[in-house]
């Protein structure tokens, strides 16, 4: 905000100063104003943890703590918390009070209660819509990808889709071409939609937009990306 404005400046000025060692932490890496600090620090990029390195940590906990949770129920507390391993500790004790025992469905059941709700950037919506766990998520649950920056996701996947081998491609280049037609055809849709949303203010039409430009082109082309996300 305004309010912040110089406190980068003075920031930087602070590094090259001091003897003391510094501390910066981010969550938008991609943040213009981090691109400026960057230059300044080491840049250690950190990822969340996999579902299995969690759950073999908290198995001990649920453990030690007498409760009749199996991995696969585990599991599905883990991805309701994404992978927030402080929200899952805290769901486990708050359910831990009504009972010692939480069956898979019960598990299931609030996980959509408590999901949390993470914003995505271009970047890792990216990274995630060509990839296979998106085969096991509903329509809307695929469309949700596109909102998380609709400005921004669909630039993005109209730029790096030629860079994915698509899985329905099965090694030939005829296959391939074709889920690359397919990814064309459906961007080429979204843009005329686009034009009317901008020009004429129509944004009840932003979902038929989520599905041309980012559900449709990534279905056909999901599968390996072979390089880094371009943009």
């Not at 402080?86 to 469905?105: A, C, E, F, N």
């Not at 979204?190 to 009840?204: H, Y």
Request: with cysteine; charged share 25%.
């Amino acid at each position: 905000g305004n309010e912040d404005r110089g406190g980068m400046q003075e920031l930087v000025g602070l590094i090259k100063n001091t003897r003391i060692p510094i501390i910066c932490m981010c969550n938008d890496r991609n943040s213009p104003k981090i691109r400026t600090l960057a230059n300044y620090c080491l840049d250690l990029r950190f990822q969340k943890p996999r579902i299995e390195q969690i759950r073999g940590a908290l198995m001990s906990v649920v453990f030690k703590e007498g409760l009749d949770i199996k991995p696969p129920t585990l599991d599905q507390i883990i991805m309701a918390a994404n992978n927030d391993i402080r929200q899952v500790l805290h769901h486990l004790y708050i359910w831990s009070i009504r009972g010692k025992s939480l069956t898979y469905d019960e598990a299931k059941e609030e996980g959509k209660k408590s999901k949390k709700y993470t914003k995505l950037n271009p970047f890792e919506v990216t990274r995630k819509v060509f990839s296979s766990e998106m085969d096991s998520l509903s329509l809307n649950e695929q469309q949700e990808m596109f909102f998380h920056d609709y400005s921004m996701v669909p630039l993005f996947v109209q730029e790096n889709y030629p860079s994915v081998t698509p899985n329905a491609g099965r090694g030939s280049i005829s296959a391939t071409l074709d889920c690359l037609s397919q990814a064309a055809e459906s961007i080429s849709q979204a843009d005329l939609v686009e034009r009317q949303i901008r020009s004429k203010q129509r944004w009840g039409l932003l979902p038929l937009q989520g599905m041309l430009s980012t559900v449709i082109p990534t279905k056909a082309m999901r599968g390996g990306m072979s390089s880094m996300i371009n943009f």
